[in-house]
């Protein structure tokens, strides 16, 4: 892979090393990295252990080569409430209880399911109403396992590269926008042998 020095991590080395790691499982490679200051190091390139993660080892590669940084924290002010982490202004936040156990961190959202529909759109969508608004007559309480890893692959391979390729600015609703970094994110889960995330029934 091209050297670059486009991603940026922020933290401890404790820190650093199990957002590396996660990257790393999230894009079925070995992640290099240079430091690049205090608490800080660069992501240089990667080299694949597998080619099935050829659509986000693509996808990362763009990232490196991009001619803006993105930067990836732990962070609890700014991670949202939807799967431990966010993504603002080319920077990643994540959740420090993502930190509790490796690659098996997890806590619980709730989310809204009317109508008896199955239908993924919907239920996605009804994740993130449920997520803001709380359990309501109409919730139904639900377990979702967030991971360090699709954490990461959710906002930094999705809505980081969405934004890097102008598709984030396009889309028509939170909804979409949402959807776009949750395919990704279902597409590692599932290279990972993990069910979907917003469908675990
Ligand atoms: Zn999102």
């Known amino acids: 892979m091209p050297i670059g020095e486009k991603i940026y991590v922020v933290g401890t080395g404790n820190d650093i ?16 990295t240079k430091r690049s200051g205090r608490n800080r190091i660069s992501i240089t390139g990667f080299h694949s252990n597998n080619s099935r993660f050829s659509e986000v080892q693509n996808r990362l590669s763009d990232l490196i080569q991009s001619s803006e940084n993105f930067r990836i924290k732990f962070d609890s002010q700014n991670s949202a409430l939807l799967g ?15 930190k509790m156990k490796k690659h098996n961190s997890f806590y619980y959202i709730h989310y809204e399911k009317r109508g008896g529909t199955n239908n993924l759109l919907d239920r996605v969508s009804r994740s993130i109403a449920g997520a803001l608004l709380g359990t309501g007559s109409h ?26 390729s102008g598709k984030l600015r396009k889309f028509e609703s939170r909804d979409a926008a949402e959807w776009s970094a949750i395919r990704i994110t279902n597409k590692v889960r599932k290279l990972r042998g993990k069910k979907n995330r917003d469908s675990l029934k």
């Open 84 to 98: 431990g982490g966010s993504y603002e202004n080319h920077t990643v936040s994540l959740d420090p209880k993502l």
């Open 17 to 32: 090393k199990a957002i590396v790691k996660a990257l790393g499982y999230a894009t079925g490679s070995k992640i290099y």
């Open 139 to 164: 919730h139904k309480r639900d377990e979702v396992l967030f991971n360090l890893w699709d954490t990461l692959t959710h906002e930094l391979i999705g809505h980081g590269h969405d934004d890097y």
